[in-house]
């Protein structure tokens, strides 16, 4: 597909275990974003990369959260030592390298911590 | 903190009628100015963006006001559909970066009735 893939879809985890996301951009986008979406809420900036340099992370709730896109495409969003608080839906989104180009948006993954 | 606010929360129309959903910004960076459509269990998806030198933008049934003294900016959904039963996301970037980083509104949860 030409879209951006993300999985799982759906992952369910204790409290206390790790997980992993998986973020498949458009081909050719150099830009990936991932938010943190709440129930009933907008999308929240998590962090930024520019092909595989990760330009900001200012969004990340705590060093419990790790980004990665080390060959410039791929993404993974990691969380360790999961939380309650952790459960949302996390979106990875791409666009192109300009200035005000639109972002594509995955299904994102809805992660719930019991 | 910059901010979007966005309302009404919720908006009940009924098919044929106008659906309006206004957002105010506070940064006057703010140099591009998207509209997302989400629904649900899927991504948010661009519907329709308006740059702030014009003062309004119309694509099919979908227009944008935009009022950059007052830094409000509104959509219009002209002869409203079931179909566009959605949330719906106003978002503004932070300009003069080298990317842009995507502020979100809250949200408005449209229901068009038959």
């Known amino acids: 597909g030409a879209g951006v893939s993300q999985s799982p879809r759906y992952k369910v985890a204790k409290r206390g275990q790790d997980v992993a996301l998986r973020c498949d951009p458009i081909?050719?986008?150099?830009?990936l974003f991932w938010y943190q979406q709440a129930l009933g809420q907008g999308p929240e900036f998590l962090t930024y990369?520019?092909?595989?340099?990760?330009?900001?992370k200012s969004g990340l709730p705590s060093d419990r959260f790790f980004a990665e896109r080390p060959e410039g495409s791929v993404s993974t969003l990691k969380i360790q030592r999961t939380q309650q608080e952790d459960s949302a839906v996390y979106l990875c989104?791409?666009?192109?390298?300009?200035?005000?180009?639109?972002?594509?948006f995955g299904d994102g993954t809805r992660l719930s911590i019991l | 903190q910059q901010q979007v606010k966005q309302s009404p929360q919720s908006l009940i129309v009924q098919k044929g009628g106008i659906s309006i959903i206004n957002c105010a910004y506070e940064n006057t960076a703010f140099d591009y100015f998207p509209w997302y459509q989400q629904f649900p269990g899927k991504g948010p998806a661009l519907l329709i963006a308006i740059r702030p030198d014009v003062s309004e933008k119309k694509e099919g049934r979908f227009t944008i006001s935009f009022n950059k003294s007052a830094k409000q900016f509104s959509l219009h959904i002209m002869d409203s559909q079931p179909g566009d039963s959605a949330t719906y996301f106003c978002?503004?970037?932070?300009?003069?970066?080298?990317?842009?980083?995507?502020?979100f509104g809250p949200g408005t949860s449209l229901s068009v009735i038959p």
């Open positions: 989104a791409s666009s192109p390298p300009f200035t005000n180009q639109p972002q594509h």
């Open positions: 990369f520019q092909n595989e340099a990760q330009l900001d």
């Open positions: 978002a503004a970037p932070r300009g003069g970066t080298s990317y842009d980083k995507v502020i």
């Open positions: 081909s050719g986008h150099v830009s």
